[in-house]
């Protein structure tokens, strides 16, 4: 089978799809869409955006959320993510002279960045298992196609970028502890302690979702060096130096801005959003049990699917087979677990060291926790802050439907045609890429339009 072929359809699919959620969702109805574009608008009009006290109004933001943007309403004061590290910003801001500051325009610039990912999505499976491509194209599909991760990529929204350097760095990572051990010599590793170290650089002047590569990138030194010692300072000098480089010219424009010490300019941004929802008040009126139920249900269907302002859920009806979905993985993984199952019939189909389907889980955790930790203060209860792993998401959703697959083939006590894997990926993705579609003309548009 032509893998190279059928990524090309996942991406030739993707873009139709996503073009269409570019094009027809209505304007600022993807979330902080306004305040993503108006940072592009005032670099393109040669303004570094400083985030101050007036650049949040919660009032007002409700208020211009629930008249759908009706066009009495200025958009262009809504400026709070002016906080944010500029990377993202900067790429796009010849986009927004170019084109007059077209709103499509830029959605299509993040959408095309967004297809950046899937391709690398596609290449971190077939890192960990190069025999077993149906694994690739099953990640390829999943991150391609769900539902809510195709509209935030149709939109103007810096987790595009975000993701793109986030899986570039889990890519890199894996061909490192991949590579022969005749190449465990600190002179032979330099380019990939480099090449990591620099996008966690780009990264850290992205998103502080980003960080994350950084205790991600101390696990793997100290994995890939143990008991090597006396390698392991140089190796983390290597890595880490270009990154705090390329994050300390933000740093220090942001302790020159801003008053006391805010390297990353949360203090400015936590002062600023005055009325924002805390945890805190719903506790008092849900109580903690209350709390966590929504913020478990939220952050679930949020994930696959709740749309504009997270004011557009999908039905009922749609959840309860997601999670059945869900379950099915997760039960697919732990008989993998506990019975040991390989990719395939094939036991070298597996990665060949430990540490490697290691750092896809640790990013996972790290991304759960941030979530987590984020909503201990507000009520962020957005599954989409689970995207920067959800390539590893991916992967761990692509072998555990596979693991049903050996389950089948023990029972049967025969094989089963090779060929039949490759119904996974284009099973799901044509249910994926349906739910899509489904969701934009049954709920986004009949809601928010």
Known sequence: MNEKLWLGVILFVYLVVGGLYASRVPAWQSPDEPAHYNYVRQLANGRFPIMEATDYDEAYRREVVS??????????????????????YLILSPVFSLTNGSLLALRLASLFIGAGVIIL??????????????????????????????SILASVNNDSLTELLIAGVLLIMLQWLGSSPADWR??????????????????LVTKLSAYLLVPLAGMVLLGRYWGRWDDLFPASVLLLAPAFLLGAVWWVRNLIVYEGIDPVATKAHDAAVIGQVRTAEWITQFGLTGTIQRFLQTTFNSFWGQFGWMSVPMQPWIYRPLLLFTAVVLLGLLVKSLFRLPANDDEDAEPNS???????????????????????????????YLFPALVPIGVGVAIGLGSWLLVLKRLLRGKIAPELAYAIPFTLGVLLAWLDLFALYNFILPNLA
Do not use: C
């Open 67 to 88: 008249s759908k943007f009706a066009p009495q309403y200025d958009v262009s004061i809504i400026t709070y993510e002016d906080w944010q590290p500029p990377l993202y």
């Open 121 to 150: 999505a596609y290449a971190i499976a077939i890192q960990l298992y190069p025999e077993q491509s149906w694994i690739g194209l099953t990640t390829a599909v999943f991150v391609a196609f769900l539902p809510q991760h195709l």
């Open 186 to 203: 600190l002179f032979n590793e330099r380019k990939y302690m480099l090449a990591i170290g620099f996008l966690i650089g780009l990264g």
């Open 354 to 384: 430990p540490l490697r389907p290691f750092i896809l889980v640790l990013m996972l955790f790290l991304t759960m926790g941030m979530h987590i930790y984020y909503n201990i203060t507000f009520v962020q209860h957005q599954g989409r």
